[in-house]
DNA sequence: CGCCAATACTTGACATATCAACCATTCACT
DNA sequence: AGTGAATGGTTGATATGTCAAGTATTGGCG
């Protein structure tokens, strides 16, 4: 086998120069995959997956409510326009904000009844769409794909500019 | 151990219902981390990790030209927008565009010396980073992290690579 | 030859992402 | 209290991504 499957997919034509390089290549273009057969799941109720990924979050900690940055640190993918994704979603009556009283500077999030109903209507379609996508690798694959990535994220964040840099403690709302 | 490594990360409360679930988030997130260092390490020269990608391809197969399509096909991430990213990187003067002769429809693109030049200064800085990144897996593992993440695309290509079919609903006015 | 479908892009309209500057509020300290 | 720094969030300019429809060219078929 002198060609690695990545380097088939793209038609490259030398080999990579690092095992680091492929493996690089080979994350950013699952991760890719991936993310458009969920954003596929997701977008006929009219949401992007990272809209899904709040409503997601907000449902999470329901009935109590989060402020806007803490939603933006629990993100799967970093969003900076937290605000405007949150715009959107409040337009769409999927979620309520209100200003908090002891810290008015702090904007708390609810999820709606109608953010609920709508999540409820896209769980089963997603772990549909997720076995789906993860149907090719054993249960122990899975367990060890975990691993590794955890790992690299290890490394990852001592590198520099990491966003979750403690788990901060809860704070009373 | 309760909790999981990204149960902490994204401040979960309740632990995953699925390993794929776990698995898929964990994929999404590390692959946003290491694609922000690689944008940050090529953004110094104004390029972004997209535009990067393209001008990789081209030196591939310089001297060689490769026509639009092609490009998009090879592209790491997929790229609906592969024409206007070209017109950025053809303003720039890193590369170039002819149309074809014997077949008119087509567009040849190569990269300029500026491009190749452009490259040169990035392939050191851009490998260290990776180095970087990877620090933390063993060749062993990295060997299996590719392992992994090339049978999960197998299987992602087999559920099919089909725009949505579904004609969706009306949307939220 | 003449017509039509397929190919290879291109363009326009719109949604979303990004960065920096900004405002309001609170905290720390004198 | 009173000032300055830090925190929490918003906004504006600009870049980029995305989908649908459009143009030009080619290849196939009668």
Redesign the interface.
């Known amino acids: 086998m002198p060609e690695?499957?990545?380097q088939q997919?793209?038609?490259?034509?030398?080999p990579f120069?690092?095992?680091?390089?492929?493996?690089?290549?080979?994350?950013?273009?699952?991760?890719?995959?991936?993310?458009?057969?969920?954003a596929?799941t997701v977008?006929?109720?009219?949401l992007t997956l990272q809209q899904y990924n709040v409503l997601r979050?907000l449902r999470?900690?329901h009935p109590e409510a989060v402020p806007t940055l803490?939603i933006a640190?629990?993100?799967?993918?970093?969003a900076p326009g937290i605000t405007r994704l949150l715009d959107r979603l409040e337009a769409?009556?999927l979620i309520e904000r209100v200003r908090c009283s002891r810290d008015r500077r702090r904007v708390l999030c609810t999820i709606s009844t109608a953010g609920l109903d709508l999540l409820a209507t896209l769980d089963r379609p997603m772990?549909e769409t997720?076995?789906?996508?993860?149907?090719?690798?054993s249960?122990a694959?899975?367990?060890?794909?975990?691993q590794?990535?955890?790992?690299?994220?290890?490394?990852?964040?001592?590198?520099g500019?990491?966003r979750?840099p403690t788990?901060k403690e809860e704070r009373n709302p």
Not at 141 to 146: C, E, K, Y
């Open positions: 690695s499957k990545i997919e793209i038609s490259q034509r030398k120069e690092t095992a680091f390089q492929e493996a690089g290549v080979a994350l950013l273009r699952t991760s890719d995959q991936l993310q458009r057969r969920l596929a977008e006929p109720c009219g979050i999470g900690s803490e640190t629990r993100m799967i993918e970093q769409k009556r772990l997720l076995g789906a996508c993860f149907e090719s690798l249960s694959q899975t367990r060890d794909l975990i590794l990535l955890d790992d690299l994220r290890e490394g990852l964040y001592s590198i500019f990491h979750n788990p």
